[in-house]
């Protein structure tokens, strides 16, 4: 009976690992069209080079004529080699698939209209487009290779932190668009590099917001009861020592949703006006009465 019951959790593992990889890699061919419709319908027509391998390919294509989807395969083999014999293959087949799939997508769409020749426009739908099919990348473990490679060659062997080796290279990017192409399309470069992060984030960690509390008080446990029994929810006990009086006191640390902050402070009120309390932006929360590792 052990027998049958370990096969059939080793199948149903099986299944399971065969799903997630179907899925990953689903999301890196639906992240990598957006990318490369965006690249074609917005970002491209318009030359603005919002950073990365693909900003860079606009340049070189307004310069030499070359085509972008060609540049951006000659930097990005490279890359995936170099950073294969730096940094080791830790970064997957996924980041080698997506290197090669998402110029070759480009190079299939390339033919599709421009859907606005107005700079801004431009620069926030393509930003948004773009960040979505990132964020979708991510979501599937993968990579498109290209600059962010390269900062991680950077990052380790400089000690910069990988978001400012990052920025640095993308901020060299807007800088020679700003030369070569045009100031004011470098300025809007930057926007749609702006608007690329904020949605990467959305996608990444949704939408919602929760709030993690710190309350210090004296009437701490009081408090506590009325927290499991009238708001139902979970909360961790912290041992401090005042900074000033030396004393031990118990910290609450409590997570809720947008809508409960109101609740949990009339609480509070209501038991001990004079509570400490510290109210902070969460983005992110998994585990029970909020959600998992692998909801998606």
Same mark, same amino acid.
């Given at each position: 009976?052990?027998?049958?019951?370990?096969?059939?959790?080793?199948?149903?593992?099986?299944?399971?690992?065969?799903?997630?990889?179907?899925?990953?890699?689903?999301?890196?061919?639906?992240?990598?069209?957006?990318?490369?419709?965006?690249?074609?319908?917005?970002?491209?027509?318009?030359?603005?080079?919002?950073?990365?391998?693909? =900003?860079?390919?606009?340049?070189?294509?307004?310069?030499?004529?070359?085509?972008?989807?060609?540049?951006?395969?000659?930097?990005?083999?490279?890359?995936?080699?170099?950073?294969?014999?730096?940094?080791?293959?830790?970064?997957?087949?996924?980041?080698?698939? =997506?290197?090669?799939?998402?110029?070759?997508?480009?190079?299939?769409?390339?033919?599709?209209?421009?859907?606005?020749?107005?700079?801004?426009?431009?620069?926030?739908?393509?930003?948004?487009?773009?960040?979505?099919?990132?964020?979708?990348?991510?979501?599937?473990?993968?990579?498109?290779?290209?600059?962010?490679?390269?900062?991680?060659?950077?990052?380790?062997?400089?000690?910069?932190?990988?978001?400012?080796?990052?920025?640095?290279?993308?901020?060299?990017?807007?800088?020679?668009?700003?030369?070569?192409?045009?100031?004011?399309?470098?300025?809007?470069?930057?926007?749609?590099?702006?608007?690329?992060?904020?949605?990467?984030?959305?996608?990444?960690?949704?939408?919602?917001?929760?709030?993690?509390?710190?309350?210090?008080?004296?009437?701490?446990?009081?408090?506590?009861?009325?927290?499991?029994?009238?708001?139902?929810?979970?909360?961790?006990?912290?041992?401090?020592?005042?900074?000033?009086?030396?004393?031990?006191?118990?910290?609450?640390?409590?997570?809720?949703?947008?809508?409960?902050?109101?609740?949990?402070?009339?609480?509070?009120?209501?038991?001990?006006?004079?509570?400490?309390?510290?109210?902070?932006?969460?983005?992110?929360?998994?585990?029970?009465?909020?959600?998992?590792?692998?909801?998606?």
């Amino acid at each position: 009976m052990r027998v049958q019951r370990r096969e059939r959790s080793v199948e149903r593992q099986r299944r399971r690992t065969r799903r997630d990889v179907v899925v990953e890699y689903g999301l890196l061919l639906l992240g990598s069209l957006l990318i490369a419709l965006s690249f074609n319908m917005f970002l491209s027509p318009n030359q603005v080079a919002s950073g990365g391998v693909s =900003g860079i390919s606009i340049i070189v294509q307004s310069v030499f004529g070359f085509e972008p989807a060609i540049t951006q395969w000659v930097l990005n083999i490279p890359l995936v080699v170099f950073g294969t014999y730096l940094l080791g293959g830790h970064f997957g087949l996924k980041t080698a698939v =997506g290197s090669f799939l998402l110029p070759l997508i480009i190079l299939m769409t390339r033919g599709l209209p421009a859907l606005t020749n107005n700079l801004l426009l431009a620069s926030i739908y393509g930003g948004i487009l773009i960040g979505i099919g990132v964020g979708l990348v991510f979501r599937g473990k993968g990579s498109t290779g290209g600059l962010d490679l390269a900062a991680q060659i950077v990052h380790k062997y400089t000690g910069l932190s990988l978001g400012l080796s990052m920025a640095m290279l993308d901020g060299l990017v807007i800088v020679a668009a700003g030369f070569v192409l045009s100031p004011e399309k470098a300025l809007f470069a930057l926007i749609g590099l702006f608007v690329t992060g904020k949605t990467i984030n959305i996608v990444q960690i949704g939408l919602s917001y929760s709030k993690v509390a710190f309350i210090i008080s004296e009437e701490s446990e009081a408090i506590r009861q009325k927290i499991l029994l009238e708001m139902d929810r979970g909360l961790t006990q912290l041992q401090a020592t005042g900074g000033y009086t030396g004393e031990q006191r118990t910290v609450l640390m409590v997570v809720v949703g947008q809508t409960q902050v109101s609740r949990l402070k009339d609480l509070v009120k209501a038991v001990d006006p004079l509570a400490f309390v510290i109210l902070s932006d969460t983005n992110e929360v998994l585990g029970e009465g909020f959600k998992f590792e692998g909801s998606r």
